[in-house]
T-cell receptor, first 115, second 115 residues
Framework: GENVEQHPSTLSVQEGDSAVIKCTYSDSASNYFPWYKQELGKRPQLIIDIRSNVGEKKDQRIAVTLNKTAKHFSLHITETQPEDSAVYFCAAVTYSGAGSYQLTFGKGTKLSVIP | KAGVTQTPRYLIKTRGQQVTLSCSPISGHRSVSWYQQTPGQGLQFLFEYFSETQRNKGNFPGRFSGRQFSNSRSEMNVSTLELGDSALYLC??????????????FGPGTRLTVL
C-alpha cells in the first residue's frame, strides 16, 4: 500500500520567514495530494491541493509543488504569521479502479511561528 | 449552512464493550468518511460511505464497521473495544465522492477513551 513520509515533524520559524514542509510517497499510482491544517483543539481543514497533472499551485501565501518523478510534494508558506501556527498534514490519494481509492496521511508537522 | 456534527463529543468505555458514533453531514452532502486520529499514528482513513454504500475501506480490522442512512447520516461502530482504540474519531462530509478533489469538511470529532 501507499506510504507517505512527512518532514520535519516540528518546525519553528520567525514571523515573516518562510516555512517548507516536505512529503514523499511510494505509490506512483497516487494522483491527488491534499494538505490539511489543524489548529490546536480544532478540526482539520483543507488548505490547498494538487493533482498529478500539475506541477505547482498557489493560493495567496501558500503554494504546493509536486515532483512526480521523485514522488515528492511540498507545502510552502511565505510571510508566516502567528495564525499559521498549527499541525499540517499532507496526504496522497491512490485510485484503485471502480471508484475505489485509498487516502494516506503523513504523520503531521507542528509549525510554530514565533512573533 | 450548518457544519458537520458528531455525537457524542466524548465517550468513555471499557475493554470488550462496543460503541456507536454518529455523524450528521452538511445538508446536501452525500459522502461521509471516517478517520481515526491518535498521537502515535496520526490521521488514518477508516472508510467512506456514499449513497448508503461503503465505497472504500482503510486498513482496520473488521471490528470497525459503519453504515449510512438514506438522509446521509452515518454511524460508525466499534465492537470488542481495545485500549488501542482510544482516539479522536473524525468524520468528514463532501458533496460528491471524498478524496477525489471534492473538499471534505470535518466534524469536531468524538473523543473515545477505552479503560
Amino acid at each position: 500500500g501507499e506510504n507517505v513520509e512527512q518532514h520535519p515533524s516540528t518546525l519553528s520559524v520567525q514571523e515573516g520567514d518562510s516555512a517548507v514542509i516536505k512529503c514523499t510517497y511510494s505509490d506512483s499510482a497516487s494522483n491527488y495530494f491534499p494538505w490539511y491544517k489543524q489548529e490546536l483543539g480544532k478540526r482539520p481543514q483543507l488548505i490547498i491541493d494538487i493533482r498529478s497533472n500539475v506541477g505547482e499551485k498557489k493560493d495567496q501565501r501558500i503554494a504546493v509543488t509536486l515532483n512526480k518523478t521523485a514522488k515528492h510534494f511540498s507545502l510552502h508558506i511565505t510571510e508566516t504569521q502567528p495564525e499559521d501556527s498549527a499541525v499540517y498534514f499532507c496526504a496522497a490519494v491512490t485510485y484503485s479502479g471502480a471508484g475505489s481509492y485509498q487516502l494516506t496521511f503523513g504523520k503531521g508537522t507542528k509549525l510554530s511561528v514565533i512573533p | 449552512k450548518a457544519g458537520v456534527t458528531q455525537t457524542p463529543r466524548y465517550l468513555i468505555k471499557t475493554r470488550g464493550q462496543q460503541v456507536t458514533l454518529s455523524c450528521s453531514p452538511i445538508s446536501g452532502h452525500r459522502s461521509v468518511s471516517w478517520y481515526q486520529q491518535t498521537p502515535g499514528q496520526g490521521l488514518q482513513f477508516l472508510f467512506e460511505y456514499f449513497s448508503e454504500t461503503q465505497r472504500n475501506k482503510g486498513n482496520f480490522p473488521g471490528r470497525f464497521s459503519g453504515r449510512q442512512f438514506s438522509n446521509s447520516r452515518s454511524e460508525m461502530n466499534v465492537s470488542t473495544l481495545e485500549l488501542g482504540d482510544s482516539a479522536l474519531y473524525l468524520c468528514a462530509s463532501s458533496y460528491s465522492r471524498g478524496g477525489v478533489g471534492n473538499e471534505q469538511f470535518f466534524g469536531p470529532g468524538t473523543r473515545l477513551t477505552v479503560l
